[in-house]
């Protein structure tokens, strides 16, 4: 079990567990109050749809899953917490899913390409493309987002060059964050927000580094991150 401030999450029925990863995600994807629905696609444990119903008052989250033990274990941490009557949770390949639009879709994706799966199935499925290649992916998204909907998703750095590649078919950069682990270490993730109207002042690009040293985490990761963490 995973402790938040306002919320916990069970994670033993999961391949993918609580990362850094999801928690950038969850905490620095822009919610509007006009926001009314959202999708969580690869919701694995529930943790980005449980962060997004945390920063709203409204909106309803949809946790999306093609594997059914995450989808059940995500239920369970939805209804453990003080927003389980907004989460919805569906398994679904989201290449078959069709319940938009949505306001704002996240995802935390697989991202290996061509590397040597993983014996366990369903890490495999959670961290490889096979089961989701980005071009499925932002498919998907083209299909499900609101005319003025925002997508955001986390990758690896040079995944996320590719990636940014592929979607300019049809959405627009709107904001990158490059994540540095170190203030001396190259970017680990990019953290990205598309969507479908160009804007002259955009895109906005920032970098955010997590530590100086171990556990001596920035002013600005905590303050990313303080209304989740309990250590913060």
Same mark, same amino acid.
């Given at each position: 079990? /995973?402790?938040?401030?306002?919320?916990?999450?069970? *994670?033993?029925?999961?391949? +993918?567990?609580? &990362?850094?990863?999801?928690?950038?995600?969850?905490?620095?994807?822009?919610?509007?109050?006009?926001?009314?629905?959202?999708?969580?696609?690869?919701?694995?444990?529930?943790?980005?749809?449980? +962060?997004?119903?945390?920063?709203?008052?409204?909106?309803? =989250?949809?946790?999306?899953?093609?594997?059914? %033990?995450?989808?059940?274990?995500?239920?369970? @941490?939805? @209804?453990?917490?003080?927003?389980?009557?907004? =989460?919805?949770?569906?398994?679904?390949?989201? *290449?078959?899913?069709?319940?938009?639009?949505? %306001?704002? =879709?996240?995802?935390?994706?697989? /991202?290996?390409? @061509?590397?040597?799966?993983?014996?366990?199935?369903?890490?495999? #499925?959670?961290?490889?493309?096979?089961?989701?290649?980005?071009? %499925?992916?932002?498919?998907?998204?083209?299909?499900?987002?609101?005319?003025?909907?925002?997508?955001?998703? =986390?990758?690896?750095?040079?995944?996320?060059?590719? /990636?940014? +590649?592929?979607?300019?078919? $049809?959405?627009?950069? #709107?904001?990158?964050?490059?994540?540095?682990? #170190?203030?001396? $270490? &190259?970017?680990?993730?990019?953290?990205?927000?598309?969507?479908? *109207?160009?804007?002259?002042?955009?895109? *906005?690009?920032?970098?955010?580094?997590?530590?100086?040293?171990?556990?001596?985490?920035?002013?600005?990761?905590?303050?990313?991150?303080? %209304? /989740?963490?309990?250590?913060?």
């Amino acid at each position: 079990m /995973f402790r938040f401030k306002q919320f916990s999450v069970g *994670q033993d029925r999961c391949a +993918m567990k609580v &990362g850094t990863d999801g928690v950038l995600l969850g905490a620095w994807t822009p919610v509007r109050d006009a926001d009314r629905r959202g999708l969580d696609v690869g919701t694995g444990t529930g943790l980005i749809a449980l +962060m997004l119903a945390q920063r709203t008052t409204a909106a309803r =989250i949809t946790a999306l899953d093609v594997d059914p %033990d995450c989808v059940g274990q995500a239920r369970e @941490n939805a @209804n453990a917490s003080p927003w389980g009557h907004r =989460i919805g949770t569906v398994c679904s390949p989201v *290449q078959e899913f069709g319940d938009g639009p949505f %306001d704002l =879709i996240v995802s935390n994706p697989p /991202f290996y390409d @061509n590397s040597l799966p993983s014996p366990d199935a369903a890490r495999t #499925t959670a961290r490889h493309t096979a089961s989701l290649p980005f071009v %499925d992916l932002l498919d998907a998204v083209d299909r499900l987002l609101a005319p003025d909907g925002r997508f955001a998703v =986390i990758l690896p750095a040079e995944e996320a060059r590719r /990636f940014r +590649m592929l979607a300019a078919r $049809s959405l627009w950069l #709107t904001a990158r964050t490059d994540v540095r682990t #170190t203030p001396h $270490s &190259g970017v680990r993730r990019s953290l990205m927000l598309f969507g479908r *109207q160009p804007s002259e002042c955009f895109p *906005q690009t920032a970098v955010l580094t997590v530590q100086t040293a171990p556990e001596c985490f920035t002013p600005e990761y905590r303050a990313l991150t303080s %209304d /989740f963490y309990l250590k913060f």
